[in-house]
């Protein structure tokens, strides 16, 4: 069955190198499609370059943040429209298979990919360097999903990192309603509850019963040195173009 991996992404200093990084982890998984989605109202040339460099099957699409939450001053809901966006591409366009949403800054290793690729409705694992604790992750007793461990729990059903679960395609499917929130800090919770029902028992737990980290939640330092960095380099002139 086929991979979706979707991908929000925004114009910053750090954009290509992200985008790179994580593109040539996803060279190593077959049968995978990349919806690379964009936070903006066009498409970036450099960014469709570095996609086809990359050479990993792909969408390039674009999704803006909604202006009412571009202008708070409080914390933004990041990467929802463009999840979002990637819902309505699969509805529209899949018909099997099993999505992961894949933030362009995180750390995959390519092993998840294969354990999640047989996802029945939903599977899950843990997360490393997530808040202070260092780690979310389903709980395990008895060979049966008791709970999360997260150092933010913040009332959800679901305290899980965004990196930590797949979602059958056939799945989504049935659940034409199910939509992430514009809700800092519940995302993960609130796309999960849009999906019941669904029991605990149907949840898979995978990475070798979730004792395995496969996954981290990485954060790449600001660069401010690196301006420049998502402009085309005219190395003959010394010159950026900007606008391309
Ligand atoms: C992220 C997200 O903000 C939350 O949606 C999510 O709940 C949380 O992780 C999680 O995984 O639990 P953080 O790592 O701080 O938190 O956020 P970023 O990595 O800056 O952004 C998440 C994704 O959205 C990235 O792929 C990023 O490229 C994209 N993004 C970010 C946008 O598309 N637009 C923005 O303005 C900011
Ligand atoms: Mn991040």
Redesign the pocket.
């Known amino acids: 069955p086929p991979l979706y991996i979707i ?4 114009r910053r200093p750090e954009q290509l190198a992200e985008l790179t990084r994580l593109g040539y982890t996803l060279k190593h998984v077959p049968n995978l499609l990349w919806l690379v989605i964009e ?1 903006a109202n066009h498409t970036n040339r450099l960014v469709a370059q570095t996609l086809n460099r990359i050479g990993v099957p792909y969408e390039y699409l674009v999704a803006p ?1 909604p202006e009412q939450y571009k202008k708070t001053k409080r914390a ?5 429209s ?1 999840r979002n966006r990637g819902l309505d591409y699969l509805r529209a366009n899949a018909t099997e298979g099993v999505l992961y949403f894949a ?3 995180n750390t995959y290793d390519i092993n998840i990919f294969e354990q999640m690729r047989y996802t029945k409705k939903v599977s899950m694992w843990p997360v490393g360097l997530v808040t202070k604790t260092g780690v979310s992750s389903p709980i395990i007793r008895n060979g049966k999903l008791d709970g999360y461990y997260d150092g933010w729990l913040g009332g959800r059903k679901y305290p899980v ?3 930590g679960f797949a979602v059958s395609v056939k799945f989504l499917h049935t659940r034409p309603n199910a939509t992430m929130p514009f809700k800092p ?1 519940y ?2 919770d609130g796309f999960l509850r849009s999906l019941a029902p669904l029991q605990n028992t149907e949840i898979e737990l995978l990475a070798d019963e979730c004792r395995d980290i496969l996954t981290w ?1 990485t ?1 790449t330092k600001k660069n401010p040195a690196a301006q420049v960095l998502n402009k085309r380099y005219v190395n003959t002139n010394l010159e950026f173009i900007d606008k391309l």
């Open positions: 991908t929000p992404t925004y936070d943040m933004k809901p990041r990467g929802v463009n933030d362009d800054d990192d965004m990196a800090g995302e993960e939640h954060q």
